[in-house]
């Protein structure tokens, strides 16, 4: 404020302020001590992590082309099984062995990883925008809030296979003009999913902002006339912002799964195009002969849903001050 | 569970008597059957689905239908009428059949030829929707001199008389039972439609549409001796590959229909020791059927895929030879149907005396196949590994139903395809929406929105006129025919419309097989169609049933009054 003056006399001892000894904290910083705590949300993000380095650098490390036919070398089994069965039809070049076609099956997993995770991301954030703008305007202007949850219940007893086999039949073609087969399957698929799993986002935030909006901080925000804008993106969406993050991990679950569904009901991508929902469908037919082709894709969709689950519950409590440093 | 049929069956006897091959009526106790899909109705004439024909047919039966070879026995006659015995007349004009006497209905009254006639005007009703209407096709009049004789007359010389109350897809129905459901009742009539009287050796006791039938022996049947099973219960539903399971490796069934699926999943299944998969060879065949017309997206509905816009590279003789030497037949077989597929270059590989064995394709030639469109002029000129002619790039859109054995052979066809050249695309649409026929869909094989399509075709009976009546011109769908047609490929050649109204006008059969054959060998090297594999239909029995006779010309269950109970 002032300039300090060099004649000023020397303060007394008990009224000085104490230097803080540590730097300050940020919240982030809070945040992340907290999250290392919690055992399952580091395995949780230690495997994501894991998984989508693996699909991004994968093919650059293992090259073999997922989609190439090899008949001759078909049906191998992975490398382990010599463990226990020195006769089984194995290979170093096929380490997780190939399926009936002769398709090397790690490179499908890393393929169909890409396509599954891809989706399951692209999707996650797609209906985290809508949910959130949808939540917060219902939630603070309240002549909107009756119209839009009730768009908002309309959404969620939309059931999503009819509606996406509706909407292959309508949008297929221009899409796929537009932006090729696989392309324009993939915008078909996450908009589907997005369009149909932003709802529960939306209740929960608009539920929370309903409750901080008649908090005295944003009483007194209003007061010296800031405008809603400013309001909410100053003050509520920073506090709303855990359950956002919650519902942003559980919804990257329910993405990938969905996908998974839909690979395995045959819609979508075209049917030479791996995705860990295609494999399982493939497989499943010959389960008992070749258990680890249904096993592999199946437990690489659990441990990424299962470790996104763990890293949104441990987020849930790093990101709520009043659980936090307890 | 054996030991339960047994007791069930003992029970149904009359005493302990041991359960042996040609006992008398109902002395083996209960049979079941499972089809993955369910049967809706028990009246052949109100649904053209296989399931209901199937089923219906061990209740209601025709005067004379096939047997496994594909020839016709008599079945409630004494004999097939021919020219040689004087029961069609030597202009081709009438047949005249002879009911066996003593033939009663489940209810006790007597069969006569009464109920023939009527069935001919239940069918023929024009306020009802019969769904075999073809059968009666060029009919004219049936009559009745006495009860015991039909009189079928035809509008012109019929080469194939064997149309009408022929085979488990004409059954007679009793005129007592549905005299009231003509016309537009026919399919108000739930009790009739559920539980028809027939003179076949079961007869229903309850009939829970798309679920379970059960029956029982039918006490008036004709020979005193059969059927050996007292009861029947005939389940509904599920997936080829459980129903599969069931038979072979559980042995909750004996009798399993139609198992599409890969040999391997087939092999694994009878290793269960349960059951015995039984493989038998009409003229079905998987083919890829080229679309002679432009299916481009940018053409105006209406126009996109008719024979207004002909194909920019599929009517290219070196393309399609090409298409077809890239393929690895034997392989294919291999993969995806083993025992229950042979290589066919033919459209019609069966009856033996209209399969042509002009054409042979039973190798693979990649080399062979990348000269042909190199000598055409087809090569690769902007250097992105895909050929152009005339500019366009033999870029294919391949589609086909959703099918685990389909979805192998687009992928491994289009590894070929890119091998000469030729890039694809491959679809694959839920076989509900495929095969639904509608209209207003565009993913329908009909419609045939893509360059190329698979599926698999036959025909009923052993005479292939109607069938490859499919290549004639004006068959093709089209708009004005609400997209209905069986001209799939839209093949359209004066020579072969020409040929095949010869083929009509002809009576001689060697005659008619040559120009069969023709036919065939004109719509292959033509480019209308690349045929695949010769499939056959395989079902599954229990080691324990005997009898069993696969019959592909027929209901498969033709012959399930001879079934029994065998030690095994």
């Known amino acids: ?326 | 569970m054996k030991l339960k049929t047994l007791m069930l069956g003992a029970a149904a006897a009359f005493a302990l008597a041991p359960a042996s091959a040609m006992a008398e009526r109902g002395s083996d106790g209960e049979v079941k059957i499972i089809y993955w899909q369910a049967p809706s109705i028990l009246n052949p004439f109100l649904s053209g689905g296989t399931k209901d024909v199937e089923s219906a047919s061990m209740i209601i039966e025709p005067l004379a239908r096939y047997n496994e070879k594909g020839e016709l026995v008599p079945w409630l006659v004494d004999e097939v009428p021919t020219v040689g015995n004087g029961g069609v007349s030597a202009d081709l004009t009438t047949i005249t059949w002879k009911i066996s006497s003593g033939i009663k209905w489940s209810d006790g009254s007597d069969f006569t030829s009464a109920d023939v006639k009527f069935t001919y005007d239940y069918c023929t009703h024009p306020e009802g929707g019969c769904a075999q209407l073809t059968k009666f096709e060029n009919v004219e009049s049936v009559d009745t001199p006495d009860a015991n004789t039909v009189v079928v007359k035809f509008a012109g010389p019929t080469p194939n008389p064997y149309g009408p109350f022929v085979g488990g897809e004409s059954p007679i129905l009793q005129a007592a039972q549905f005299a009231n459901c003509l016309g537009a009742a026919a399919s108000t009539c739930t009790e009739q439609n559920f539980n028809p009287i027939g003179t076949g050796p079961f007869v229903v006791d309850e009939f829970k549409p798309n679920d379970v039938i059960t029956m029982s022996a039918n006490p008036n049947y004709r020979d005193p001796a059969k059927p050996a099973f007292a009861k029947v219960t005939f389940k509904g539903g599920g997936s080829a590959a459980a129903s599969g399971t069931a038979v072979m490796e559980t042995g909750e069934f004996d009798y399993a229909w139609n198992l599409q699926l890969a040999p391997d999943v087939i092999a694994k299944m009878q290793e269960g020791g349960k059951g015995t998969p039984v493989a038998g060879f009409g003229p079905l065949v998987e083919r890829i059927m080229l679309n002679q017309t432009n299916p481009d997206p940018n053409l105006p509905e209406g126009e996109r895929s008719t024979a207004m816009h002909p194909h920019p590279f599929l009517q290219e003789p070196a393309v399609y030879k090409a298409m077809s030497m890239a393929i690895d037949r034997p392989l294919l077989v291999e993969i995806g149907y083993g025992q229950a597929g042979k290589v066919s270059c033919n459209w019609v590989p069966a009856p033996a005396a209209f399969a042509s064995e002009k054409l042979s394709c039973d190798t693979q030639d990649i080399e062979g196949a990348k000269a042909m469109l190199d000598a055409a002029g087809i090569v690769d000129s902007d250097g992105d590994g895909v050929r152009e002619h005339n500019g366009v790039p033999l870029s294919i859109l391949y589609q086909t139903s959703t099918n685990a054995v389909r979805q192998d052979f687009q992928a491994l066809i289009k590894d070929w395809w890119s091998q000469i050249g030729i890039e694809t695309e491959l679809r694959n649409i839920e076989a509900s929406v495929f095969f639904g026929g509608d209209a207003g869909s565009p993913d329908t094989f009909q419609k045939f929105y893509a360059d190329v399509e698979m599926y698999a075709n036959t025909f009923n009976g052993t005479d292939p006129q109607a069938y490859l009546g499919n290549g004639l011109c004006d068959k093709a769908p089209r708009p004005d025919t609400q997209w209905q047609g069986e001209n799939i490929s839209r093949f359209c050649m004066p020579e072969f419309d020409a040929l095949h109204a010869e083929l009509t006008k002809t009576a001689d059969m060697a005659e008619r097989a040559r120009i069969g054959r023709e036919l065939n060998d004109m719509m292959v090297e033509n480019g209308g169609m690349i045929p695949l594999v010769h499939r056959g239909r395989l079902s599954a029995h229990a080691n324990s049933l005997g009898g069993v006779v696969l019959n592909v010309w027929d209901s498969e269950l033709w012959n399930v009054a001879d079934w029994h109970r065998i030690d095994g």
Do not use: C
């Open chain 1, 1 to 326: 404020m002032t300039e300090p003056v060099a004649s000023s006399p020397a303060p007394i001892e008990a009224l000085k302020d104490i230097e803080p000894s540590k730097p300050p904290r940020s919240q982030w910083k809070d945040v992340w001590d907290q999250l290392r705590k919690h055992k399952g949300a580091v395995f949780g993000m230690g495997f994501l992590v894991f998984i989508t380095l693996a699909v991004l650098i994968g093919p650059y490390i293992y090259t073999v082309d997922p989609q190439k036919l090899d008949i001759r070398n078909k049906d191998f089994r992975p490398i382990y099984t010599a463990i226990w069965d020195g006769d089984s039809k194995v290979g170093w070049n096929k380490p997780l062995g190939s399926d009936q076609l002769g398709r090397d099956n790690l490179a499908q997993l890393i393929a169909g990883g890409r396509a599954s995770m891809a989706v399951g991301w692209a999707a996650m954030l797609l209906s985290l925008v809508i949910g959130t703008f949808i939540g917060v305007v219902a939630g603070y202007f309240k002549r909107l809030d009756g119209p839009l949850m009730r768009l908002t219940d309309l959404f969620l007893s939309l059931p999503i296979l009819p509606l996406l086999l509706v909407a292959v039949t309508l949008f297929r073609q221009p899409l796929r003009a537009n932006f090729g087969p696989e392309g324009g399957m993939f915008i078909l698929i996450v908009t589907i999913i997005a369009i149909t799993s932003w709802m529960p986002t939306a209740r929960i935030v608009r539920g929370d902002v309903l409750a901080i909006k008649e908090r005295e901080f944003v009483l007194a925000a209003r007061s010296i006339g800031t405008t809603p804008g400013r309001i909410i993106g100053r003050h509520l969406l920073p506090n709303v912002l855990s359950p956002i993050m919650v519902s942003a991990a559980l919804g990257l679950a329910t993405a990938i799964i969905t996908e998974s569904a839909l690979s395995f009901l045959g819609v979508g991508f075209p049917s030479d195009f791996p995705t860990w929902g295609k494999m399982l469908a493939d497989a499943v037919v010959r389960m008992e002969e070749f258990p680890e082709r249904v096993l592999l894709p199946g437990i690489a969709i659990s441990l990424t849903v299962l470790s996104v689950n763990y890293l949104g519950d441990g987020l849930r409590d790093a990101l709520d001050p009043r659980i936090r440093g307890r």
